[in-house]
């Protein structure tokens, strides 16, 4: 199973950003998706997880701003970054629980930067 993330870049606080998150390989189902960031200095922590029923949760600095949403037959999944904040710099990991042929396991996406600055 391999993860493709895309989407980062350098925007000004308040813009906008839209992560994606592809999965591919022998793939039986995807349980639990989320959305994690690293900041410099600091311990990579959730931002927002998706349910495969879509059921989503969100870390609270982020409520309100950022949108989490995943596509099943795709198995696909975004994050929609508004309103955006110094703060939010980091480097964006997306995680799936996938079910594969061979048992059940969490898998990791390469990093994708996002940096918010005037």
């Known amino acids: 199973v391999q993860l493709q993330a895309s989407g980062g870049g350098l925007v000004q606080p308040g813009g906008s950003l839209r992560l994606s998150c592809a999965a591919s390989?022998?793939?039986?189902?995807?349980?639990?998706m989320g959305w994690y960031r690293q900041a410099p200095g600091k311990q990579r922590e959730l931002v927002a997880s998706?349910?495969?029923?879509?059921?989503?949760n969100y870390e609270d600095s982020v409520k309100g701003r950022f949108t989490i949403s995943r596509d099943n037959p795709k198995n696909t999944m975004c994050l929609s970054l508004n309103i955006l904040k110094p703060e939010d710099t980091a480097v964006y990991y997306c995680n799936v629980d996938v079910r594969t042929p061979w048992g059940t396991r969490g898998y990791w996406g390469q990093g994708t930067q996002v940096t918010v600055s005037s």
């Open positions: 998706i349910a495969r029923d879509h059921r989503t």
């Open positions: 390989g022998i793939i039986l189902s995807i349980n639990d």
